[in-house]
Protein backbone atom coordinates (compact mmCIF):
# COMPACT_ATOMS: atom_id res chain seq x y z
CA UNK A 1 0.00 0.00 0.00
CA UNK A 2 1.18 3.32 -1.18
CA UNK A 3 2.48 5.79 2.04
CA UNK A 4 0.26 8.83 2.37
CA UNK A 5 1.55 12.44 3.70
CA UNK A 6 -1.08 14.68 4.80
CA UNK A 7 -0.44 17.78 6.41
CA UNK A 8 2.99 18.35 6.29
CA UNK A 9 5.55 21.15 5.46
CA UNK A 10 8.11 18.05 5.62
CA UNK A 11 8.71 18.56 1.44
CA UNK A 12 8.96 22.53 1.36
CA UNK A 13 12.09 23.48 -0.82
CA UNK A 14 12.80 19.49 -1.33
CA UNK A 15 14.77 18.39 -3.59
CA UNK A 16 13.66 15.27 -5.38
CA UNK A 17 16.71 13.47 -8.06
CA UNK A 18 16.19 10.40 -9.75
CA UNK A 19 12.65 9.48 -7.79
CA UNK A 20 10.24 7.51 -9.50
CA UNK A 21 6.59 9.04 -8.55
CA UNK A 22 5.02 7.13 -11.29
CA UNK A 23 1.51 6.85 -10.01
CA UNK A 24 1.33 9.02 -7.35
CA UNK A 25 -1.19 11.97 -6.95
CA UNK A 26 -1.80 15.29 -5.13
CA UNK A 27 -4.04 16.55 -3.51
CA UNK A 28 -4.45 20.02 -2.01
CA UNK A 29 -0.87 20.52 -2.60
CA UNK A 30 1.55 23.65 -2.60
CA UNK A 31 3.64 23.39 -5.53
CA UNK A 32 4.16 27.22 -6.43
CA UNK A 33 7.04 28.13 -7.63
CA UNK A 34 8.27 24.22 -7.87
CA UNK A 35 10.63 23.63 -10.77
CA UNK A 36 10.51 20.56 -13.22
CA UNK A 37 13.33 19.34 -15.16
CA UNK A 38 13.80 16.49 -17.05
CA UNK A 39 10.72 15.24 -15.54
CA UNK A 40 8.65 13.00 -17.22
CA UNK A 41 4.97 13.90 -16.79
CA UNK A 42 3.47 12.15 -20.22
CA UNK A 43 -0.41 11.61 -19.07
CA UNK A 44 -0.11 13.49 -15.97
CA UNK A 45 -3.69 15.12 -15.51
CA UNK A 46 -4.02 18.60 -13.70
CA UNK A 47 -7.65 19.15 -12.70
CA UNK A 48 -9.01 22.10 -10.43
CA UNK A 49 -5.65 23.42 -10.09
CA UNK A 50 -4.30 26.60 -10.33
CA UNK A 51 -1.44 27.21 -13.60
CA UNK A 52 -1.70 30.85 -13.27
CA UNK A 53 1.41 32.29 -14.69
CA UNK A 54 3.17 28.21 -15.28
CA UNK A 55 5.95 28.48 -18.38
CA UNK A 56 6.72 25.32 -20.34
CA UNK A 57 10.22 25.63 -21.88
CA UNK A 58 12.17 23.46 -24.00
CA UNK A 59 9.61 20.65 -23.47
CA UNK A 60 8.10 18.02 -25.36
CA UNK A 61 3.76 19.17 -25.12
CA UNK A 62 2.64 16.27 -27.98
CA UNK A 63 -0.89 16.01 -27.68
CA UNK A 64 -1.18 18.68 -25.28
CA UNK A 65 -4.89 19.32 -24.12
CA UNK A 66 -6.32 22.22 -21.99
CA UNK A 67 -9.77 22.79 -20.46
CA UNK A 68 -9.75 26.35 -18.71
CA UNK A 69 -11.96 28.03 -16.45
CA UNK A 70 -13.92 29.90 -18.80
CA UNK A 71 -13.03 33.41 -16.76
CA UNK A 72 -12.78 36.00 -19.65
CA UNK A 73 -9.47 36.71 -18.25
CA UNK A 74 -6.86 34.30 -19.03
CA UNK A 75 -3.95 34.45 -21.81
CA UNK A 76 -2.35 31.79 -23.38
CA UNK A 77 0.99 31.88 -25.17
CA UNK A 78 2.63 29.69 -27.20
CA UNK A 79 5.89 30.07 -29.09
CA UNK A 80 5.26 33.87 -28.03
CA UNK A 81 2.30 34.13 -29.87
CA UNK A 82 -0.72 34.55 -27.38
CA UNK A 83 -3.67 33.02 -29.32
CA UNK A 84 -5.92 33.57 -26.41
CA UNK A 85 -8.57 35.62 -28.88
CA UNK A 86 -7.86 33.06 -31.52
CA UNK A 87 -9.50 30.18 -29.01
CA UNK A 88 -12.39 32.55 -28.04
CA UNK A 89 -13.32 33.15 -31.34
CA UNK A 90 -13.24 30.15 -32.47
CA UNK A 91 -15.40 29.15 -29.45
CA UNK A 92 -17.94 31.24 -30.29
CA UNK A 93 -18.26 30.34 -33.56
CA UNK A 94 -19.05 26.99 -32.57
CA UNK A 95 -21.22 27.76 -29.29
CA UNK A 96 -22.77 31.05 -30.14
CA UNK A 97 -24.72 31.21 -27.30
CA UNK A 98 -21.58 32.59 -25.48
CA UNK A 99 -21.89 35.36 -27.41
CA UNK A 100 -25.25 35.92 -26.28
CA UNK A 101 -24.45 35.47 -22.88
CA UNK A 102 -22.07 38.04 -22.67
CA UNK A 103 -24.15 40.82 -24.23
CA UNK A 104 -27.03 40.02 -21.49
CA UNK A 105 -27.53 43.17 -19.65
CA UNK A 106 -31.58 43.46 -18.90
CA UNK A 107 -34.35 41.65 -18.25
CA UNK A 108 -35.87 41.08 -21.83
CA UNK A 109 -31.76 39.61 -22.31
CA UNK A 110 -32.01 37.36 -19.70
CA UNK A 111 -35.13 35.96 -20.94
CA UNK A 112 -34.38 35.94 -24.43
CA UNK A 113 -30.57 33.80 -22.94
CA UNK A 114 -32.88 31.33 -20.54
CA UNK A 115 -35.00 30.27 -23.64
CA UNK A 116 -31.91 29.69 -25.70
CA UNK A 117 -30.48 27.57 -22.90
CA UNK A 118 -33.37 25.52 -22.66
CA UNK A 119 -34.04 24.86 -26.34
CA UNK A 120 -30.50 23.67 -26.47
CA UNK A 121 -30.43 21.75 -23.28
CA UNK A 122 -33.44 20.17 -24.86
CA UNK A 123 -31.10 19.55 -27.75
CA UNK A 124 -28.75 17.80 -25.78
CA UNK A 125 -30.60 15.36 -23.58
CA UNK A 126 -32.51 14.35 -26.88
CA UNK A 127 -28.45 13.28 -28.30
CA UNK A 128 -28.13 11.93 -24.98
CA UNK A 129 -31.38 10.09 -24.78
CA UNK A 130 -30.19 8.44 -27.89
CA UNK A 131 -27.69 6.38 -25.90
CA UNK A 132 -28.13 3.50 -24.10
CA UNK A 133 -28.91 4.27 -20.24
CA UNK A 134 -25.32 3.30 -19.17
CA UNK A 135 -23.50 5.08 -21.22
CA UNK A 136 -25.68 8.42 -19.74
CA UNK A 137 -23.61 7.63 -16.52
CA UNK A 138 -20.11 6.71 -18.27
CA UNK A 139 -17.57 9.32 -17.82
CA UNK A 140 -15.14 10.48 -20.28
CA UNK A 141 -11.82 11.08 -19.51
CA UNK A 142 -12.63 11.35 -15.42
CA UNK A 143 -14.81 13.80 -16.39
CA UNK A 144 -18.88 13.55 -15.16
CA UNK A 145 -20.87 11.76 -16.78
CA UNK A 146 -24.06 13.14 -18.18
CA UNK A 147 -26.19 11.97 -15.20
CA UNK A 148 -23.49 13.57 -13.15
CA UNK A 149 -24.12 16.50 -15.15
CA UNK A 150 -27.28 17.09 -14.48
CA UNK A 151 -26.44 16.41 -10.53
CA UNK A 152 -24.49 19.54 -10.48
CA UNK A 153 -26.43 21.94 -12.41
CA UNK A 154 -29.82 21.05 -10.05
CA UNK A 155 -26.93 22.02 -7.09
CA UNK A 156 -26.01 25.28 -9.29
CA UNK A 157 -30.04 26.06 -9.31
CA UNK A 158 -30.24 25.85 -5.51
CA UNK A 159 -27.56 27.72 -4.92
CA UNK A 160 -28.00 30.75 -6.80
CA UNK A 161 -32.17 30.47 -7.16
CA UNK A 162 -32.82 28.72 -4.11
CA UNK A 163 -30.36 29.71 -1.30
CA UNK A 164 -29.14 33.31 -2.89
CA UNK A 165 -32.01 34.65 -4.65
CA UNK A 166 -35.18 33.25 -2.63
CA UNK A 167 -33.20 32.36 0.49
CA UNK A 168 -34.25 29.16 1.43
CA UNK A 169 -32.66 26.91 3.58
CA UNK A 170 -32.58 23.30 4.46
CA UNK A 171 -30.19 20.33 3.07
CA UNK A 172 -29.91 19.84 -0.69
CA UNK A 173 -31.11 16.98 -2.21
CA UNK A 174 -29.13 14.14 -1.38
CA UNK A 175 -28.60 13.20 -5.21
CA UNK A 176 -27.37 16.82 -5.76
CA UNK A 177 -23.68 17.41 -6.92
CA UNK A 178 -21.08 20.48 -5.63
CA UNK A 179 -18.23 21.25 -7.74
CA UNK A 180 -15.19 19.05 -7.52
CA UNK A 181 -13.05 21.05 -5.63
CA UNK A 182 -15.67 21.25 -2.42
CA UNK A 183 -13.91 19.48 0.33
CA UNK A 184 -15.08 16.10 0.84
CA UNK A 185 -15.08 16.25 5.01
CA UNK A 186 -17.42 19.25 4.29
CA UNK A 187 -20.19 17.69 2.08
CA UNK A 188 -21.81 15.72 4.47
CA UNK A 189 -23.57 19.11 6.26
CA UNK A 190 -25.02 19.95 2.94
CA UNK A 191 -27.08 16.68 2.90
CA UNK A 192 -25.47 15.67 -0.43
CA UNK A 193 -23.79 11.84 -1.34
CA UNK A 194 -21.62 12.28 -4.19
CA UNK A 195 -21.56 8.81 -4.49
CA UNK A 196 -25.49 8.55 -5.14
CA UNK A 197 -26.07 6.60 -7.98
CA UNK A 198 -29.80 8.16 -9.19
CA UNK A 199 -31.32 6.92 -12.06
CA UNK A 200 -30.90 8.63 -15.40
CA UNK A 201 -35.06 9.25 -15.18
CA UNK A 202 -34.44 10.70 -11.39
CA UNK A 203 -31.75 13.08 -12.53
CA UNK A 204 -33.51 14.64 -15.53
CA UNK A 205 -36.59 14.52 -13.59
CA UNK A 206 -34.86 16.88 -10.83
CA UNK A 207 -33.20 19.02 -13.39
CA UNK A 208 -36.38 19.77 -15.48
CA UNK A 209 -37.82 20.81 -12.07
CA UNK A 210 -35.09 23.30 -11.74
CA UNK A 211 -35.52 24.76 -15.02
CA UNK A 212 -38.80 25.31 -14.70
CA UNK A 213 -38.25 27.15 -11.21
CA UNK A 214 -35.70 29.50 -13.29
CA UNK A 215 -38.14 29.64 -16.05
CA UNK A 216 -40.98 31.06 -13.64
CA UNK A 217 -38.72 33.56 -12.11
CA UNK A 218 -37.36 34.78 -15.16
CA UNK A 219 -40.24 35.22 -16.97
CA UNK A 220 -41.55 38.12 -14.04
CA UNK A 221 -38.54 39.68 -13.49
CA UNK A 222 -37.52 43.28 -14.05
CA UNK A 223 -34.61 45.35 -14.93
CA UNK A 224 -34.61 47.02 -11.36
CA UNK A 225 -35.49 43.32 -9.57
CA UNK A 226 -32.09 42.34 -11.23
CA UNK A 227 -29.91 45.17 -9.40
CA UNK A 228 -31.95 44.25 -5.77
CA UNK A 229 -28.82 42.89 -3.60
CA UNK A 230 -28.89 39.34 -2.29
CA UNK A 231 -27.08 37.81 1.01
CA UNK A 232 -26.96 34.01 1.86
CA UNK A 233 -24.90 31.28 2.82
CA UNK A 234 -25.16 29.15 0.42
CA UNK A 235 -22.47 26.36 2.32
CA UNK A 236 -20.64 26.89 5.02
CA UNK A 237 -17.14 26.51 2.94
CA UNK A 238 -18.19 29.00 1.16
CA UNK A 239 -19.79 31.57 3.70
CA UNK A 240 -21.32 35.05 3.20
CA UNK A 241 -21.78 35.35 -0.20
CA UNK A 242 -23.25 39.20 -1.82
CA UNK A 243 -24.78 39.04 -5.04
CA UNK A 244 -27.47 41.16 -7.21
CA UNK A 245 -30.19 39.23 -8.60
CA UNK A 246 -28.78 39.87 -11.85
CA UNK A 247 -25.57 38.03 -10.87
CA UNK A 248 -27.17 35.15 -9.39
CA UNK A 249 -29.08 34.68 -12.50
CA UNK A 250 -25.85 34.99 -15.05
CA UNK A 251 -23.86 32.21 -12.62
CA UNK A 252 -26.89 29.94 -13.68
CA UNK A 253 -27.06 30.82 -16.69
CA UNK A 254 -23.15 30.35 -17.08
CA UNK A 255 -22.81 27.14 -15.64
CA UNK A 256 -26.21 25.64 -18.15
CA UNK A 257 -23.84 27.70 -21.20
CA UNK A 258 -20.63 25.77 -19.76
CA UNK A 259 -21.73 22.22 -18.88
CA UNK A 260 -23.66 21.74 -21.87
CA UNK A 261 -20.19 22.37 -24.34
CA UNK A 262 -18.23 19.58 -21.84
CA UNK A 263 -21.39 17.31 -22.11
CA UNK A 264 -21.76 17.91 -25.79
CA UNK A 265 -17.87 17.24 -26.62
CA UNK A 266 -18.36 14.19 -24.37
CA UNK A 267 -21.26 12.86 -25.95
CA UNK A 268 -19.41 13.13 -29.36
CA UNK A 269 -17.13 10.38 -28.11
CA UNK A 270 -19.25 8.23 -26.25
CA UNK A 271 -21.42 8.09 -29.65
CA UNK A 272 -18.55 7.29 -31.48
CA UNK A 273 -17.61 4.12 -28.26
CA UNK A 274 -20.50 3.57 -27.07
CA UNK A 275 -19.50 0.28 -25.70
CA UNK A 276 -16.32 1.03 -24.82
CA UNK A 277 -14.63 2.54 -22.10
CA UNK A 278 -13.28 6.41 -23.28
Known amino acids: MAEEYSNTGAF?????????LAGASFHTVD?????????????ATFRDSD?????????????????????????VVVDDVDVTDFVA???????????????????????AMWDTVERLWSETVARAERL????????VDGEWSFVETLRH????????LGRMILGEVGPYPRVSLPPTDYPPAALPELGVDPDARPSYAEALAL?????????????TVTDAELAEPRTAVPTPVWGEESESVGECLRVILVEHCAHRRYAERDLALLEAHPREKV
Open 207 to 219: HADRRARVRRLVA
Open 12 to 20: RGAAFRTAD
Open 89 to 111: TELDRRHPERVQLRAVRTADDVR
Open 153 to 160: LVFAVDVW
Open 51 to 75: LSGVRIVASLVADLRVSAHDDGGSR
Open 31 to 43: LRGASFRNVDLTG
Open 132 to 139: PEAVRHER
